[in-house]
């Protein structure tokens, strides 16, 4: 099906239909109803008249009903140290080897047992642990320690 364009208004035209004008000059122009012929023949701008299809172009109707693509912004990557550590501290830790990485965790584990078992013998002399029978005094509440003699009661 061969759809024609309205010469006035832009508006398609279907075959059978509408009408051919054509100019002293043999130019062809096709009009889909006579309201736009008679437009025409009035020497009548397209572009000022709000329903034809140029205006609508010009001043950009309907352009919301095709979907534009949107602008993608490309993200930057950008490297930096953190935790106290330098850019090239962490690409030296990125290049060890697993098995140097495994090593020197062993050996931070076994440094940090190494403390703890010097902290918990004090220079060489084990704490004397406290019988689990007895407690420092006898236990008495908050009532009675209220009342007890020498506190300045009432």
Known sequence: VKVEIDSFSGHKIYPSRGRIFVRGDSKI?????????????????????????????????????????KKTRKTVKSQRGYAGLSLADLAAKKAESPAARLAAREAAINKAKQEKKAAATKDGKPKAARPAGQASGPKVSKQQMKNAPGKGGR
């Open 29 to 69: 122009f096709r009009f889909s109803k006579p309201k736009h012929e008679s437009m025409f023949k009035q020497r009548k701008n397209p572009r000022v008249i709000a329903w034809t299809q140029v205006y609508r172009r010009q001043h950009k109707k309907g352009v919301a009903d095709q979907v534009q693509k």
